[in-house]
Nanobody
Framework: QVRLVESGGGSVQAGGSLRLSCTAS????????MGWFRQAPGKERGRVAT???????TVAEFVKGRFTVSRDNAKNTLNLRMNSLKPEDTAMYYC????????????????WGQGTQVTVSS
C-alpha cells in the first residue's frame, strides 16, 4: 500500500524559510509523478510544484523564484525548499503521487499524504 509522509512544516515569520520533505513507501517501482499541493482554509487545493516523468518540473507561477522542488528516486523522497515566505503561503501542504499519465491537477493524483501545516506570520 502506497504511503506518503510529510514533515518539516511549522511557523515562521515572513521572509523566512522552511524545507518540507515527503517520504514514500509501499511500492517498488518509481512513481512517475510526485508533487506538492497546498490548501488554505476556504480555498481549493492547488498545485505548488510537480515532478513528472523524466524529471520534468512544473512550478506554480506564484512560487517561482522562491520555492524549489527536488526528488530523489533512490530514496523515494520529494523535497520542497521554500524561501522568502509570505503570509499568503500559509496553508496545509500535501505530498501526492501518481502513476500517470497526467501529472498536473490534484485530480491526476491518487495517493496523498496527511499534510503538514505551514504558517507564515507578518
Amino acid at each position: 500500500q502506497v504511503r506518503l509522509v510529510e514533515s518539516g512544516g511549522g511557523s515562521v515569520q515572513a521572509g523566512g524559510s522552511l524545507r518540507l520533505s515527503c517520504t514514500a513507501s509501499g511500492y517498488t517501482y518509481t512513481m512517475p509523478c510526485m508533487g506538492w499541493f497546498r490548501q488554505a482554509p476556504g480555498k481549493e487545493r492547488g498545485r505548488v510544484a510537480t515532478v513528472g516523468p523524466n524529471g520534468i518540473i512544473t512550478v506554480a507561477e506564484f512560487v517561482k523564484g522562491r520555492f524549489t522542488v527536488s526528488r530523489d528516486n533512490a530514496k523515494n523522497t520529494l523535497n520542497l525548499r521554500m524561501n522568502s515566505l509570505k503570509p499568503e503561503d500559509t496553508a496545509m501542504y500535501y505530498c501526492a503521487a501518481s502513476r500517470g499519465p497526467w501529472c498536473r491537477a490534484p485530480s491526476d493524483f491518487g495517493y496523498w499524504g496527511q499534510g503538514t501545516q505551514v504558517t507564515v506570520s507578518s
